[in-house]
């Protein structure tokens, strides 16, 4: 399923007939949705009645979407019968074994989660597929009769709508600062990375730029001190002459002096440069 462009918008002009056809087609649809869910095994059942209220927005939607594939991937039963080398099982919202002549069964995770998601070339559940609908088009029905609310003569109503609107704003916000925090999170933890697998003659470079001897930074060469400096572990000051122009930053600092700890903790020597003079 095309996630982004359901529903499609109907731009036919609305006769009372239409109307009417179409209020019958609606009743018809949630109609089979809610046989569907009542024909689900008990726990998936349970889990999208529970659940599925708490869809006010579009981006509880594809929360909702991501938790129920979850759910799905958790509690699938592995059939043994399907192969004694992986875990398969049947998709436990349509039942269906997939399509292979091959094999029976969905691998899991990943195959189930290809069937679930319509991903690659798999054949998409229609279980799921219907599941989807029926959150997008209830955001989609409670949306438009908040924005019916808000037009109304009744105070209450349209206070009510503004309250909805306000925790729209609130909850994309919200998103926005999660987002962010992951983002920053994972920036940290990638420099963290960074500076633990620096390699010893990138330590041995920072140790003598904090030294700034001209006999220490005589064994490191320029391309390090550059690299170290792309790094932002050193950085080139304006009107320095050669490798004294080079100084460390204070990630350089905390850099070596994780390195310190590290070292101290697993007994290691400190690597120390040799001063050309000292050969
Ligand atoms: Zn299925």
Not at 57 to 79: P, Y
Not at 166 to 184: M, V
Request: proline share 4%; hydrophobic share 35%.
């Amino acid at each position: 399923m095309n996630w982004t462009q359901y529903p499609v918008d109907d731009e036919r002009p609305m006769t009372s007939d239409h109307d009417h056809k179409i209020n019958t087609l609606e009743r018809n649809l949630e109609s089979a949705r809610e046989t569907i869910i009542e024909l689900l095994p008990k726990k998936f059942h349970d889990w999208i009645k529970r659940s599925y209220f708490n869809c006010q927005t579009i981006e509880d939607c594809s929360k909702w979407r991501s938790d129920l594939t979850q759910f799905v991937l958790d509690n699938a039963e592995i059939d043994p019968n399907f192969s004694y080398r992986e875990q398969r099982a049947a998709c436990p919202l349509c039942g269906s074994a997939g399509h292979s002549p091959y094999v029976e069964g969905y691998q899991v995770p990943d195959g189930l989660q290809m069937h679930l998601l319509g991903e690659m070339s798999a054949r998409e559940c229609q279980v799921m597929l219907h599941m989807q609908r029926m959150v997008i088009d209830s955001v989609h029905a409670n949306q438009k009769m908040y924005e019916r609310m808000a037009a109304s003569p009744s105070k209450a109503d349209r206070e009510t709508a503004q309250a909805f609107a306000l925790k729209q704003l609130e909850d994309q916000r919200k998103k926005r600062e999660e987002q962010r925090q992951a983002k920053a999170a994972e920036a940290a933890a990638k420099r963290e990375r960074q500076i633990v697998n620096l390699e010893p003659h990138q330590i041995l470079g920072l140790r003598a730029v904090i030294a700034g001897s001209d006999d220490m930074l005589a064994n490191i060469n320029t391309f390090t001190l550059d690299v170290l400096c792309r790094m932002e572990l050193l950085k080139r000051i304006k009107g320095g002459r050669g490798k004294q122009a080079f100084q460390i930053t204070n990630d350089g600092k905390r850099a070596l002096a994780m390195r310190d700890e590290a070292d101290t903790r697993l007994g290691k020597p400190t690597l120390v440069v040799d001063h050309p003079s000292d050969r």
